[in-house]
């Protein structure tokens, strides 16, 4: 089993910064990527960023391109989310998750979820 632990969500204005940290325990393997998901009320479940733990390669949804910054610490087993220039749009609770695929951007292809953690932006 893993663990997925997120944290450093909160309330920000527009345009300030936030950085989210998902912390992993429990078994895990050298091929698989790390995804960030976030959920707005009402809405479905969306993908927002992508990294592989052993290379380090990068995929990100076209609405937070340029704004938001994924990255990983091996030593710490924790990953990253830079958020930058946000808006109010990025309000949503947002998720860590585990695959075994290649950058996977569906949420089906993710096997181990965190908790979820909550950003608010406001205008």
């Known amino acids: 089993q893993v663990q997925l632990v997120e944290s450093g969500g909160g309330l920000v204005q527009a345009g300030g910064s936030l950085r989210l940290s998902c912390a992993a325990s429990?078994?895990?393997?050298?091929?698989?990527?790390m995804g960030w998901f976030r959920q707005a009320p009402g809405k479905e479940r969306e993908f927002v960023a992508a990294i592989t733990w052993s290379g380090g390669m990068t995929y990100y949804a076209d609405s937070v391109k340029g704004r938001f910054t994924i990255s990983r610490d091996k030593a710490k087993n924790t990953v990253y989310l830079q958020m930058n220039s946000l808006k109010p749009e990025d309000t949503a609770v947002y998720y860590c998750a585990q695959s075994y695929t290649v950058l996977a951007a569906r949420p089906i292809a993710y096997d181990y979820w965190g908790q979820g953690t909550q950003v608010t932006v406001s205008s």
């Open positions: 429990g078994r895990t393997f050298r091929s698989y990527t």
